[in-house]
């Protein structure tokens, strides 16, 4: 484990893992300086003795330099290649993160779970399924409790199950006991500087692995397959074709796409050696996460779905699939680069979508994917309405027994804070149609 006590540590970026890492590395005698491009206003210090730390704020926050440190820690959102830190660990400046850190001092075993879309939920499952077979397991990460903050409680007996984004892995040199590979398309185009870039961070959830480890691919994507002539540790394929039939019946979770992650669970959980009669029960009685197709409420005979997760055009072509009752879909937000073309193929391919409202800075660029003669729906583009304006309009242009979904394709920083503000907004806005009968 590595010393930090009286070492001189960069901490870049004051999110969840940054907060994490300046409390940890504090713990353990570091002198931290924070680097964070917002200013103090903007930033969140709940949690940390500004008093105990440095910190070097603003647009210009990088130009003093990171050669005259011994570490630097990464947050997520900081490119691992940008000119300064290439530059630093040039010098000799050692470069690592949160979750590296993590990995390094963890006593327990690590199920770390990536792809495109569906790491939340499947990790979720997961957990629920190891804690209802009575492991000591914990859920860490984006959706769970910060991984540093958990290292006093952890023991050689624990589980942690994590979602590892490309961000994470990028530089990532060590690989978890049991990797899940979920799907691998194409997302964060505005980040990495390729879709090779982008797969080959995906690669180290399974290229260190050692021998006695378990990776869990999703064999109908060829890319995730591929990964198959890296891996040292046992392979383990998946799809929601060879499920078996009773994972599938009576669900709470909806859509098609929730049966890959579900049998990528049940693999990942078989594994670990959990029964199946647990992994059965904690499947059928498993809801989901909130903003991932979310049923918020019916109203009027028609269904409103909460799907702000789906910041790409995958997840909104699961969420379009997972109907057969007519649709009114809610598209668009920031533009963060990607491709469109599937999803208009799918859009002009499925009858039952009846009217599309378009909203935010991809407006125009979805309505392109889709453009041509004889559509079968209408389409209405509110720009940056309120999210209240927005809902109303869905409501008008439903018909009784259809759905309305949320599932914009896009980010959300055009017009909102993120993405759980964009779906608390619609889930509020449905909730006053309600309201106001």
């Not at 713990?27 to 440095?54: H, M, R, S, Y």
């Not at 952890?154 to 942690?160: A, F, H, K």
Request: hydrophobic share 35%.
């Amino acid at each position: 484990m590595t010393d930090y006590k009286n070492k001189k540590i960069a901490v870049l970026g004051l999110g969840i893992e940054g907060r994490d890492a300046i409390n940890f590395l504090l713990q353990k005698g570091g002198a931290v300086t924070l680097f964070d491009k917002k200013n103090e206003a903007e930033l969140d210090f709940t949690g940390i003795d500004k008093t105990k730390i440095k910190f070097i704020l603003g647009e210009k926050y990088l130009d003093k330099g990171l050669k005259d440190f011994d570490y630097i820690v990464r947050s997520p959102g900081v490119y691992r290649y940008i000119s300064e830190i290439k530059e630093a660990e040039n010098s000799g400046v050692k470069v690592t993160s949160a979750i590296k850190i993590f990995f390094e001092e963890c006593p327990g075993r690590i199920i770390g779970v990536t792809g495109t879309k569906g790491k939340g939920t499947t990790s979720t499952l997961i957990y629920e399924i190891l804690k209802a077979s009575g492991k000591d397991t914990y859920l860490s990460g984006n959706i769970g409790k910060p991984y540093l903050e958990l290292l006093d409680t952890l023991s050689t007996e624990s589980w942690v199950v994590m979602e590892m984004s490309s961000f994470q892995l990028i530089d990532m040199e060590v690989s978890p006991h049991i990797a899940v590979v979920l799907n691998i398309t194409e997302d964060h185009l505005d980040w990495h500087v390729s879709r090779d870039e982008y797969v080959h961070s995906k690669e180290n959830v399974v290229k260190y692995q050692k021998d006695s480890d378990f990776a869990v691919i999703n064999e109908e994507y060829k890319v995730c397959k591929n990964f198959a002539d890296i891996i040292k540790g046992k392979i383990v394929f998946f799809s929601k074709n060879t499920l078996e039939d009773k994972f599938k019946q009576g669900l709470l979770l909806r859509g098609e796409h929730n049966l890959e992650n579900i049998a990528a669970a049940v693999s990942a959980a078989r594994c670990v050696g959990v029964s199946d009669e647990i992994i059965f029960n904690t499947v059928k009685s498993f809801k989901g996460l909130e903003h991932r197709l979310e049923l918020v409420g019916e109203f009027e005979g028609i269904k409103y779905y909460n799907d702000s997760f789906a910041t790409g055009p995958q997840p909104t072509i699961a969420a379009i699939n997972s109907f057969t009752e007519p649709e009114t879909l809610i598209l668009g937000g920031s533009d963060k680069g990607l491709n469109y073309g599937e999803l208009g193929k799918v859009i002009k391919s499925r009858s039952n979508i009846k009217s599309i409202i378009l909203i935010g800075s991809t407006a125009e660029k979805i309505r392109f994917s889709f453009s041509g003669e004889n559509n079968r729906f209408t389409v209405y583009n509110l720009g940056s309405s309120s999210m209240t304006e927005i809902v109303k309009k869905a409501r008008e242009v439903s018909e009784k027994g259809g759905v309305v979904i949320l599932s914009p394709a896009s980010a959300s920083f055009d017009m909102f804070k993120n993405y759980k503000d964009r779906g608390n907004q619609f889930k509020e806005a449905v909730q006053s149609l309600h309201e106001s009968k």
